[in-house]
């Protein structure tokens, strides 16, 4: 089987080849991981990720028995039970603290390697590389391992995209942001070592569903404006929120991937945005827009886009692709009826021109709609 065969290859290969990334630093190695106390290793990781889960449970989360049951991706049978993410979390956290035991019980780890790992079924395929499910040996911690050839890498032009996406990636502890674990290289491959989010791309959900009902679309709302008001914090800017880049956890709970647009603000960064162009706020399509001409706000318009095509099925300016740069230049969009009012305020308040004048994230997070739907007391019985 080709698992077994990657398996195969994986265990007679080398890890500490030397190698033009590690004279250039690209790799940071889990030795530093583990000795830098400011970056714990996979197993306080792993617990903080637990724990980290459990306090999102301030907001109720849209997760269900039948998931709880099997970490499956997508169950073909998916029926919406809501759930509080703790109530859901606890037999999973302690499972997760028992597994991971053996870990403490190591002071450190020297270094990650791929022989830690048994390697499981193929989870996806992205542009420069495949992810797998893997389980730590000792501790039996579930993690995805992605893999990404270097000479893919080289050829795409894409090693600073990289090296900037671990960078930032692997200094972030939010619950609704996957998780870095730690990463490692042979002179062929870097390993990311990264949070297994057992549910999937959220935009196969959303294809599927083909729209969100308010209540779940107000949850994962919720999540996303408190990750990036972490980030923001941390003076980082995403840059790229879409469906395509939200994974989804166990207990239906979001998780925003994919750091390899996001930059430090304010940026340096020289590059022209390519992909879908529904996402981009207007000030980052202007002719003549320099770098530092936007800041953290372009993501609130992403997370208006984001919010509307949760609730409508399809982004607002999507069109053919000149039409939909001039669209945005204009916020011409129209809400369909069924949109409630609340939802409505908020999509307009987030889609707004001039960046400063979009909602903060802190009044989304107190938003009339989001509080509706993602108050504790409040059951998705009552709402959907
Ligand atoms: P990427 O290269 O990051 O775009 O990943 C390719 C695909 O692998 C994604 O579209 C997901 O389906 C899957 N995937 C990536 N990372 C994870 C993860 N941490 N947990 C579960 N699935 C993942």
């Not at 990781?45 to 980290?52: F, G, H, I, K």
């Not at 993690?143 to 960078?167: D, M, N, Y």
């Not at 990636?169 to 989010?197: M, T, Y």
Request: aromatic content about 8%; hydrophobic content about 35%.
């Amino acid at each position: 089987m080709a698992t077994r065969t990657l398996e195969a290859r994986f265990e007679r290969m080398s890890v500490n080849d030397e190698n033009e990334y590690q004279k250039t630093k690209v790799v940071t190695t889990t030795t530093q991981v583990a000795s830098n106390s400011s970056r714990p290793n996979l197993y306080k990781v792993a617990l903080q990720t637990q724990s980290a889960n459990a306090v999102s449970a301030a907001v109720t989360l849209p997760s269900q028995a039948a998931q709880r049951k099997v970490a499956q991706p997508s169950s073909p049978t998916r029926k919406a039970l809501p759930t509080t993410a703790s109530r859901a979390s606890s037999d999973e956290a302690a499972h997760a603290e028992r597994k991971s035991a053996a870990l403490i019980e190591q002071p450190t780890i020297k270094q990650f390697h791929l022989g830690m790992f048994e390697i499981g079924r193929p989870l996806g395929k992205g542009k420069f590389g495949r992810v797998y499910l893997a389980r730590e040996r000792t501790s039996g911690f579930i993690c995805a391992l992605k893999v990404l050839h270097k000479s893919e890498l080289s050829q795409g032009g894409v090693e600073r995209q990289v090296r900037r996406e671990i960078e930032i990636q692997s200094n972030l502890r939010h619950p609704n942001i996957l998780q870095l674990f730690g990463h490692f290289h042979d002179s062929k491959r870097v390993f990311l070592i990264l949070e297994f989010a057992a549910k999937g791309e959220l935009y196969k959900h959303l294809r599927r569903e083909n729209r969100f009902p308010e209540w779940k679309a107000s949850q994962y709302i919720a999540q996303m404006a408190s990750a990036l008001r972490y980030l923001h914090r941390k003076h980082i800017i995403h840059r790229d929120i879409k469906p395509e880049n939200i994974l989804v956890g166990i207990h239906g709970e979001i998780k925003i991937s994919d750091f390899g647009w996001s930059v430090h603000a304010p940026n340096s960064r020289r590059k022209t945005m390519c992909g879908t162009l529904d996402y981009l706020p207007p000030e980052m399509i202007k002719p003549g827009t320099s770098d530092n001409s936007y800041n953290e706000k372009v993501d609130l318009w992403s997370l208006g886009v984001l919010t509307y095509e949760f609730l409508v099925g399809e982004a607002p300016f999507e069109d053919t692709p000149v039409m939909t740069q001039r669209r945005i230049a204009r916020a011409d969009m129209s809400i369909p009826s069924f949109v409630s009012p609340e939802a409505r305020d908020l999509i307009k308040k987030l889609l707004v021109l001039d960046p400063e004048k979009r909602i903060p994230l802190e009044q989304v997070q107190t938003h009339a709609w989001i509080v509706k739907h993602c108050t504790k007391s409040s059951s998705s019985r009552d709402k959907s």
